[in-house]
């Protein structure tokens, strides 16, 4: 599959509406070659996924809106749009950011919340831990979740697989088999306009995590607001 060709699509569909107005440009040969030098260094003898580069040298993160209005002492900010249901498309520099933090969150002191087993969907596909640094994060919510790439997927999981993790997510499911996979999935919900922020539900957004585990007949171990 095409992942530039995939992007278009997404970024052709949102054109008609605010969130799609406003995408960054691509990232630089410069900043791709640095998050290569670390990726090479946390994962030795690993690269950056072709797919996931390609994405990024489409656009640099998420499109951006001119954030809230704080009054005139507080500058307003770009504000980046959720992309991928409930999750924004990280730019480059901030891969390093969420790693670090992953980091950090594994060298602390022992916690009975990280040592739970956390299930996955389909079973098996991801190792049940909370973090790993398997993990390769590119999109976040801004709240501790995040969707990755996965270097060690579990026994019934497929290698550089896309999964999510984070702070309240109980369950990691397999939200494509690979990169394109999974941008494929993205395209194809927005044009059957399944995503709910965008097309003017009353919802804030539609978290597929939820619908895709309702259509497996599973608990549903997320809720959100909205």
């Not at 996965?150 to 109980?170: C, E, H, K, S, T």
């Not at 494509?176 to 709910?196: C, I, P, Q, W």
Request: proline letters at 10%; a negative charge; aromatic letters at 12%.
């Amino acid at each position: 599959m095409d992942v530039k060709s995939t992007f278009s699509r997404l970024i052709s569909l949102l054109a008609p509406y605010p969130v799609g107005t406003s995408f960054p440009p691509p990232a630089t040969d410069a900043e791709l070659q640095q998050l290569e030098q670390f990726v090479g260094s946390r994962y030795p003898g690993s690269t950056i996924p072709p797919a996931l580069a390609a994405m990024w040298r489409v656009t640099n993160g998420s499109p951006l809106a001119p954030g809230k209005d704080w009054g005139p002492l507080i500058p307003r900010k770009p504000d980046p749009q959720r992309l991928f249901y409930s999750y924004m498309f990280m730019p480059v520099r901030e891969v390093v950011e969420q790693c670090q933090a992953l980091d950090t969150i594994l060298a602390l002191p022992s916690d009975p919340y990280l040592d739970d087993a956390v299930p996955s969907f389909p079973d098996g596909a991801v190792r049940n831990e909370q973090y790993s640094r398997a993990w390769l994060p590119f999109a976040y919510d801004g709240c501790g979740g995040c969707v990755a790439v996965d270097a060690a997927p579990g026994p019934a999981g497929v290698l550089g697989q896309v999964i999510n993790y984070g702070r309240d997510d109980r369950a990691h499911f397999q939200l494509g088999a690979s990169v394109e996979a999974f941008l494929e999935r993205v395209v194809n919900d927005y044009e059957h306009k399944r995503m709910h922020e965008v097309f003017g539900d009353e919802m804030l957004y539609i978290d597929r995590l939820l619908t895709m585990q309702q259509e497996q007949g599973g608990r549903v171990w997320f809720t959100y607001g909205g």
